[in-house]
């Protein structure tokens, strides 16, 4: 069983920068950071597994970096240069299993409750 808790989310002005943070409890081989708005399907936003392999959602490369602390069963989400538009509710998705593609959100079993990030311009 695989628990996921976020934590630093926020508000803040366009250009400025957030950290997110999910802690995890089980065997997580494969983690991701999903965003979701009212009315839109949850979007990949970047994901890293143990292989290791990480991607990234094209509107957020160079921008967002994802990071793992085994050491402190911790998934990281580091965001700057907030746009408006990076505006929505940020959730964190495990599974214990290598997947084909780490982006889409159906295959992930695990996710938490979600953190909102607001970016006012």
């Known amino acids: 069983q695989v628990q996921l808790v976020e934590s630093g989310g926020g508000s803040v002005q366009a250009g400025g920068s957030l950290t997110l943070a999910c802690a995890f409890s089980?065997?997580?081989?494969?983690m991701a950071w999903f965003r979701q708005t009212p009315g839109m399907e949850r979007e990949g936003v970047a994901a890293?597994?143990?292989?290791?392999?990480?991607t990234y959602a094209d509107s957020v490369k160079g921008r967002f970096t994802i990071s793992k602390d085994n050491a402190k069963n911790t998934l990281y989400l580091q965001m700057n240069s907030l746009k408006p538009e990076d505006t929505a509710m940020y959730y964190c998705?495990?599974?214990?299993?290598?997947?084909?593609?780490?982006?889409?959100?159906?295959?992930?079993?695990?996710w938490g409750q979600g953190t909102q990030v607001t970016v006012s311009s």
């Open positions: 890293t597994d143990s292989m290791p392999r990480t």
């Open positions: 089980g065997h997580t081989f494969t």
């Open positions: 998705a495990a599974v214990p299993w290598v997947l084909s593609d780490l982006m889409r959100a159906q295959p992930y079993t695990y």
